[in-house]
């Protein structure tokens, strides 16, 4: 019971004492808005989806944007994206969510986003936010579909948000790496390899056999079709969308979530991802890479915080602007806001601890799906690389898949090694090399956020653990992308023994037969 206070006027009680609860300013920023998505079948779009829906559930609707598929009509689309573990807490706290998911089915890749008539006037009628997060991720996309998705989907959508009365923020999700060719950078924008206009008309001169030819020559130093993309894209941003509340938000390298919606969430074998996911299996033996470089990578949960975060954070200064507009000129005419969500210049890694940190927790966990004993390293050397792969991954593949075809089976080692090499290649653009990040505005926007804010939208990498975070993570990609629990956990740890002995005893044959061949030739020389 509470202790009763006299006072004049009427007694108030201890509870009455009580400050309420500090109310979240973003999610007052979403309540009653209406957000446009794109990207919602992707890994960062759905984890958006999921996290306004959630911490954000008075927004009024939030329509998603998804290529119509044949045979599948809107409610299968419906149950695949909120389907899995992912969305359980959501479904938990938000049992009514789907009432505010609207979808449109666009694509990317076609003209004007795909939209008909009436949707596209319901967007233009209705939206206060804009997410952007679609895009083709595929290193090795022919240059013609990823600028139609990458970049001139980019300058449909700006068109259209420009006839948009109601805009509050626009974020575009783009890449850390965007401008990879620089070694510095920073939270502005940089000369594009070309113009988007200048880009399509190119693409509409040049039939694909031509343009194929001549695509090294378009790209310059970028080395993949994405990032370059990515670069021309931000051009477009500043340039045709600078009268807009608008943003470009930079994520690195995008890894599992620390605890959001669940913790250790991963969909995809992208990236640090695949790397992790192959070592632990023992098929990945050898990257190309330098250990002493950084390995700049992100939470999920905490990229998606930030994102939702800079959208609030771009129509406050907006709104602000709007009281100055009288006596000047509209900020959003001078300067388009730029947010690199990045880890380094807060709580850096370098590749020898994330390689170190993943042997330490992989071994921790084995799973009965391993291939082979853990025995991955980085090598700063091509040659030596080079070198490694051919003795641990072609030759072991050729003689695994001649067993194979004895034994009456169809051989597939080979094949699935040369995927691993592609894959090994691409990334390896990004473990030999450093850049060096500045993230002021990230930092600034942090610094804004109340404390509430601060629980519900986490994002700050200061004083983060990776040891904690990678026992999670691999956890995670066991669960989540193996489809393996921690009930297999006592079969894993047998397999795990078995191929180690194993794997040495292979290693001591083979080390012993070299010692015999190199005695033998020593001995027809002297």
Same mark, same amino acid.
């Given at each position: 019971?509470?202790?009763? &206070?006299?006072?004049?006027?009427?007694?108030?009680?201890?509870?009455?004492?009580?400050?309420?609860?500090?109310?979240?300013?973003?999610?007052?920023?979403?309540?009653?808005?209406?957000?446009?998505?794109?990207?919602?079948?992707?890994?960062? *779009?759905?984890?958006?989806?999921?996290?306004?829906?959630?911490?954000?559930?008075?927004?009024?609707? $939030?329509?998603?944007?998804?290529?119509?598929?044949?045979?599948?009509?809107?409610?299968?689309?419906?149950?695949?994206?909120?389907?899995?573990?992912?969305?359980?807490?959501?479904?938990?706290?938000?049992?009514?969510?789907?009432?505010?998911?609207?979808?449109?089915?666009?694509?990317?890749?076609?003209?004007?986003?795909?939209?008909?008539?009436?949707?596209?006037?319901?967007?233009?009628?209705?939206?206060?936010?804009?997410?952007?997060?679609?895009?083709?991720?595929?290193?090795?996309?022919?240059?013609?579909?990823?600028?139609?998705?990458?970049?001139?989907?980019? $300058?449909?959508?700006?068109?259209?948000?420009?006839?948009?009365?109601?805009?509050?923020?626009?974020?575009?999700?783009?890449?850390?790496?965007?401008?990879? $060719?620089?070694?510095?950078?920073?939270?502005?924008?940089?000369?594009?390899?070309?113009?988007?206009?200048?880009?399509?008309?190119?693409?509409?001169?040049?039939?694909?056999?031509?343009?194929?030819?001549?695509?090294?020559?378009?790209?310059?130093?970028?080395?993949?079709?994405?990032?370059?993309?990515?670069?021309?894209?931000?051009?477009?941003?500043?340039?045709? *969308?600078?009268?807009?509340?608008?943003?470009?938000?930079?994520?690195?390298?995008? &890894?599992?979530?620390?605890?959001?919606?669940?913790?250790?969430?991963?969909?995809?074998?992208?990236?640090?991802?695949?790397?992790?996911?192959?070592?632990?299996?023992?098929?990945?033996?050898?990257?190309?890479?330098?250990?002493?470089?950084?390995?700049?990578?992100?939470?999920?949960?905490?990229?998606?915080?930030?994102?939702?975060?800079?959208?609030?954070? $771009?129509?406050?200064?907006?709104?602000?602007?709007?009281?100055?507009?009288?006596?000047?000129?509209?900020?959003?005419?001078?300067?388009?806001?730029?947010?690199?969500?990045?880890?380094?210049?807060?709580?850096?890694?370098?590749?020898?601890?994330?390689?170190?940190?993943?042997?330490?927790?992989?071994?921790?966990?084995?799973?009965?799906?391993?291939?082979?004993?853990?025995?991955?390293?980085?090598?700063?050397?091509?040659?030596?690389?080079?070198?490694?792969?051919?003795?641990?991954?072609?030759?072991?593949?050729?003689?695994?898949?001649?067993?194979?075809?004895?034994?009456?089976?169809?051989?597939?080692?080979?094949?699935?090694?040369?995927?691993?090499?592609?894959?090994?290649?691409?990334?390896?653009?990004?473990?030999?090399?450093?850049?060096?990040?500045?993230?002021?505005?990230?930092?600034?926007?942090?610094?804004?956020?109340?404390?509430?804010?601060?629980?519900?939208?986490?994002?700050?990498?200061?004083?983060?653990?990776?040891?904690?975070?990678?026992?999670?993570?691999?956890? *995670?990609?066991?669960?989540?992308?193996?489809?393996?629990?921690?009930?297999?956990?006592?079969?894993?740890?047998?397999?795990?023994?078995?191929?180690?002995?194993?794997?040495?005893?292979?290693?001591?044959?083979?080390?012993?037969?070299?010692?015999?061949?190199?005695?033998?030739?020593?001995?027809?020389?002297?």
């Amino acid at each position: 019971m509470y202790e009763t &206070i006299e006072r004049e006027g009427g007694d108030i009680t201890a509870a009455d004492m009580v400050l309420p609860e500090e109310s979240s300013e973003i999610a007052r920023f979403y309540a009653d808005s209406t957000v446009f998505l794109t990207g919602a079948t992707g890994f960062l *779009g759905k984890m958006c989806l999921e996290k306004l829906l959630r911490d954000c559930y008075d927004v009024r609707k $939030i329509y998603v944007m998804i290529r119509p598929k044949k045979g599948k009509d809107i409610q299968t689309r419906f149950d695949e994206i909120f389907d899995g573990p992912n969305m359980e807490p959501l479904k938990r706290k938000n049992p009514n969510f789907g009432s505010k998911v609207v979808f449109i089915n666009g694509d990317c890749s076609l003209p004007d986003l795909g939209l008909n008539d009436e949707d596209r006037a319901k967007l233009i009628n209705e939206t206060n936010c804009i997410i952007h997060c679609a895009a083709t991720v595929r290193f090795d996309e022919k240059i013609r579909t990823a600028t139609h998705i990458n970049v001139r989907a980019v $300058i449909d959508l700006i068109q259209m948000a420009k006839q948009m009365k109601n805009l509050k923020a626009m974020i575009y999700v783009s890449t850390a790496f965007s401008n990879c $060719i620089r070694s510095e950078i920073r939270e502005e924008f940089y000369p594009p390899p070309i113009t988007g206009r200048k880009l399509l008309s190119l693409l509409d001169a040049l039939d694909d056999d031509k343009l194929d030819k001549i695509t090294p020559i378009i790209m310059g130093d970028y080395p993949n079709t994405y990032v370059f993309t990515k670069a021309v894209a931000e051009d477009v941003i500043k340039t045709e *969308g600078k009268t807009l509340p608008i943003a470009v938000f930079r994520p690195s390298i995008v &890894i599992a979530s620390v605890k959001e919606p669940v913790a250790g969430w991963i969909d995809n074998l992208y990236g640090a991802t695949g790397v992790l996911v192959g070592a632990a299996l023992g098929v990945l033996r050898s990257l190309h890479g330098k250990i002493e470089n950084g390995a700049e990578m992100v939470p999920a949960d905490f990229v998606v915080n930030c994102a939702i975060a800079s959208a609030w954070d $771009i129509a406050s200064a907006k709104s602000i602007n709007e009281n100055r507009e009288k006596n000047g000129k509209n900020q959003f005419e001078e300067e388009v806001p730029v947010y690199n969500f990045v880890s380094s210049p807060e709580a850096g890694i370098t590749w020898d601890i994330y390689t170190k940190l993943a042997e330490k927790h992989a071994k921790q966990v084995p799973s009965p799906l391993l291939v082979w004993h853990y025995f991955f390293a980085l090598r700063s050397s091509r040659i030596h690389h080079l070198i490694a792969v051919f003795f641990l991954h072609t030759i072991p593949a050729y003689l695994v898949d001649f067993i194979a075809v004895c034994l009456g089976k169809k051989p597939m080692l080979v094949k699935g090694y040369q995927k691993i090499n592609k894959f090994a290649d691409v990334i390896s653009y990004f473990s030999s090399r450093e850049w060096k990040f500045t993230n002021a505005n990230v930092q600034s926007l942090w610094k804004k956020m109340g404390k509430r804010d601060r629980e519900m939208f986490e994002f700050s990498m200061k004083n983060f653990n990776w040891d904690s975070y990678f026992y999670t993570y691999v956890r *995670g990609t066991r669960a989540y992308l193996l489809k393996d629990p921690l009930t297999t956990l006592p079969q894993g740890t047998v397999k795990y023994y078995k191929l180690m002995v194993l794997h040495y005893v292979v290693m001591a044959i083979l080390f012993f037969g070299f010692y015999k061949f190199l005695m033998f030739l020593l001995g027809l020389l002297f």
